[in-house]
């Protein structure tokens, strides 16, 4: 399995930006999928999961009602909406994929991309 992450670059606040990431390799559909960020000197975090079929999204408190993950399963593609950016939202964001339900947890995903990264200016 591969996933290539694009879409990221540099955003005034208030701001969007729309991430894309394409699985390869296997069966889409077969995946949840996930949204992790990391920003300099600072741990990998949880920011949002989309289950198998799209039915179900979780996302991280700190970006609820700003951003949004959807899925394309004809396209192999899970997207995330991000508007309202904010400084803090800097960071370079991951898309992972698990064969199982959506989680918050990092290590529980089987598949990461490479990363591409978002720069939010004050």
């Known amino acids: 399995v591969q996933l290539q992450a694009s879409g990221g670059g540099l955003v005034q606040a208030g701001g969007s930006l729309r991430l894309s990431c394409v699985l390869s390799?296997?069966?889409?559909?077969?995946?949840?999928m996930g949204w992790f960020r990391q920003a300099p000197g600072k741990e990998r975090e949880f920011v949002a999961g989309?289950?198998?079929?799209?039915?179900?999204?979780r996302y991280a408190d700190s970006v609820k009602g700003r951003f949004t993950i959807s899925r394309d399963n004809a396209k192999n593609t899970v997207y995330l909406q991000m508007n309202i950016l904010r400084p803090e939202d800097t960071a370079v964001y991951y898309c992972?994929?698990?064969?199982?339900?959506?989680?918050?947890?990092?290590?529980?995903?089987?598949?990461w991309g490479q990363g591409t990264e978002v720069t939010v200016s004050s």
């Open positions: 992972a994929a698990r064969g199982v339900s959506i989680s918050y947890v990092l290590s529980d995903y089987d598949y």
């Open positions: 989309i289950s198998k079929i799209g039915v179900t999204t």
């Open positions: 390799g296997r069966t889409y559909s077969n995946y949840a």
